[in-house]
């Protein structure tokens, strides 16, 4: 199934607070819940003004769905066609 990079524009994301975090994950979380297994959220960061997330999901239109759903910003979506990391050098 592919991964996703979402790129959302979140002013002063950095400044979020713990309440805050937990509150759009639980939202999300809620929307994930409804829109069933086909679509998951592996995990997010939070720079200063924006909010990376990988998600695992059949296509992006599903991605674009649980944005809507949640009224979280889809800035941009990306999917991701390889993973590297130090390992990677090794062969």
């Not at 086909?38 to 998600?55: L, M």
């Not at 009224?71 to 062969?91: L, Q, V």
């Amino acid at each position: 199934m592919p991964k996703y990079l979402i790129e959302r524009e979140i002013p002063d994301a950095g400044k979020l607070t713990a309440d805050d975090l937990q509150g759009i994950s639980a939202k999300s979380c809620s929307v994930l819940k409804n829109m069933g297994p086909a679509i998951q959220w592996v995990e997010s960061y939070v720079t200063d003004n924006k909010i990376y997330c990988v998600y695992i999901a059949p296509n992006e239109e599903m991605v674009r769905e649980h944005a809507q759903q949640g009224g979280f910003p889809a800035n941009k979506i990306s999917e991701i066609r390889r993973i590297i990391d130090p390992t990677t050098a090794e062969g």
